[in-house]
């Protein structure tokens, strides 16, 4: 585990199999500080101004780009699997909410957990 305190970040997270990073810093995390064949799960949302080099227009929100806590470019290099920001986290983590709040309320109902509709 890494936090704000960690002396040296870069030398613990380069001995990880998986790397799960929620730090708030657009691109801390680089590529040399991972392992060869990490698994990367970026849940970092953060807004920062797109340059004019930067082409990908699907990532433009009024004059800003999404990206997460890893610097995606130079982790590719590394890790054998990356979580994309965004769009990979979120609607993961609203898919699980939804099932959790369902069968929280199947308990509360006495509703059986296996219903079948058809």
Request: aromatic letters at 6%; a negative charge; glycine letters at 6%.
């Amino acid at each position: 585990m890494v936090h704000a305190m960690t002396k040296n970040p870069e030398q613990v997270t380069s001995g990880a199999d998986i790397v799960i990073t929620d730090i708030g810093v657009p691109n801390i995390v680089r590529g040399f500080w991972l392992k060869l064949w990490a698994i990367v799960i970026d849940t970092g949302t953060n807004s920062v101004k797109y340059s004019d080099d930067f082409q990908d227009a699907n990532s433009y929100l009024q004059g800003h780009r999404v990206v997460g806590d890893v610097c995606s470019e130079e982790a590719i290099t590394k890790a054998s699997a990356i979580a994309p920001v965004p769009g990979c986290v979120g609607p993961v983590t609203i898919a699980m909410l939804l099932s959790n709040a369902l069968d929280s309320a199947k308990r509360a109902y006495n509703i059986a957990q296996e219903m079948v509709f058809s």
